[in-house]
């Protein structure tokens, strides 16, 4: 069995971004399932980005067996009124039975323009709620690392969570693993020209790693220019076993001891 512990089922079956999912969208999902299952892709993590995709996430994870749900506001959907939506991220807390980790949440200096303080106070906010509820974070970063690293280092003996879509240094990844972080591999590792990704891989712990899409985008590397889907897992675990010298199945069986660890499911 494999666990995705990053997708956006709701982007994968809606057109626009932001909107309550619709009754017609839920065989959708449940193809998205049934074919990640057909894969041995058994259980999924929906990553939520916004106050209407939180809600989302909830809702996928009460109708759909072995789908669990993260709650937060993703940097680049940090708006004015942020507070008044983290005051609503902090009552769906409530759904716990559901809800397994506090992100999307991070620093995104990229996407211009971007308010960088606001960022910020948004994320040490995400860190308190994960840290009163006991709950993982699901870190975005993006051209951003280095304050991301200034602000964790605060944290660095309480929070824990993955550090998603990896794309930093080999050193970057060990100081995130002594921080009591894992860390997030996805399709990314399949892409030709990126030996950078598969020398950290190699040189890390698989017992720090775990699997993630980020369907629907960043397929791997069979599938560029299509939408990205949980199923496609087995294919970033079969390269992480290429990259460790391992078979298959060992990748199977760590990464999905420790997304179980990390997420409690």
């Avoid at 040490?124 to 690392?145: G, T």
């Avoid at 590792?189 to 960043?218: M, Q």
Wanted: aromatic fraction near 10%.
């Amino acid at each position: 069995m494999f666990v995705d512990t990053h997708c956006h089922l709701p982007m994968m079956v809606k057109k626009e971004f932001d909107t309550k999912l619709q009754k017609n969208h839920f065989p959708l999902i449940q193809k998205i399932l049934d074919d990640a299952k057909q894969n041995n892709v058994e259980r999924i993590i929906t990553i939520a980005t916004s106050i209407p995709e939180s809600h989302n996430a909830i809702t996928i994870a009460k109708q759909f067996e072995n789908v669990y749900a993260t709650i937060g506001i993703h940097p680049c959907d940090c708006k004015e009124l942020w507070r008044q939506d983290f005051e609503e991220i902090t009552k769906l807390i409530k759904c716990k039975n559901t809800i397994v980790g506090i992100g999307e949440t991070g620093l995104d200096f990229y996407h211009k323009p971007f308010f960088k303080q606001r960022q910020i106070d948004a994320f040490k906010f995400h860190i308190e709620l994960a840290l009163e509820n006991n709950l993982p974070l699901i870190i975005h970063i993006r051209e951003s690392v280095d304050e991301v690293l200034k602000i964790l280092e605060q944290y660095k003996n309480q929070a824990h969570g993955v550090a998603h879509c990896f794309s930093q240094s080999l050193d970057i990844a060990k100081l995130f693993i002594d921080w009591n972080f894992f860390i997030g591999i996805g399709g990314p590792i399949t892409y030709p020209k990126n030996f950078t990704l598969r020398n950290i891989v190699k040189n890390i712990s698989l017992e720090k790693i775990v699997l993630e899409t980020d369907a629907p985008f960043l397929p791997p590397q069979p599938y560029r220019g299509q939408q990205n889907h949980p199923k496609y897992i087995p294919l970033i675990a079969q390269e992480i076993a290429n990259v460790k010298e391992v078979v298959l199945e060992v990748v199977e069986e760590v990464t999905t001891k420790n997304a179980c660890k990390l997420f409690g499911i």
